[in-house]
């Protein structure tokens, strides 16, 4: 196996299948906020799943922690070409989240702390594709990363991943967040390279 030095750069992407086209691969953990770290007093925070009715599923801190956890290992890809493999995670899966949640969305937008939001079409927050991480490498989820909580959408860029997540919002249909509308896919699929409109 070689051995990479780190800062060195880059390994080239024939070598290695994980990496989806584009992308070069990182050791490191870049943090990419639009903005400064929203601090989140876990006695304030909530998490909503709401629709043009209003709420319908909300969790407080330890409720949120009462739920099923599970254990993420999983590769991430950032639009701006770094790409991080095998990271681990522990958070609650999205299926869990949704399960009593009756709706006929097509889109959901996720709303962070500090004012950041992306859409994510339904499809590809269910079935074991996306979580609300708590952790991060064993640890509890450093603010700079997201903490307390963050969407964890691992098969698209990582910019659908929102920080500071506070709740989702069920659409019936389509709508661009923060990125997407400055330019940035409304899918954001990293192995078909869906950068930018
Ligand atoms: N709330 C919020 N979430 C966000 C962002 C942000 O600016 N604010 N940046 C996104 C982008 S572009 C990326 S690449 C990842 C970066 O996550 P990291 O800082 O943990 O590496 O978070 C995404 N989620
Ligand atoms: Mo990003």
Redesign the pocket.
Known sequence: MAVISRGFGARRRESIPELPPGQYLTDD???????PT?RVPLSDWRFDISDDTGVVASWDWDEFLALPIEDVRTD?H???R?SKLGTTWRGVSLDTLLADVDTAATHAM?H?????T?NIPFDDLRGGKSWIAVE?DGEPL?P???GPA??LVPHL?????????RALVLMDGDAPG??EQNGYNMHGDPWTEERYW
């Open positions: 953990f870049p943090v990419l906020s639009a903005g929203p991430i950032c639009v701006t770094w996720a962070s702390h500090g004012g950041y992306t991060f450093h700079e990363h997201g963050r969407l860029y990582f910019w659908k991943s929102a920080k500071w997540i923060f990125w």
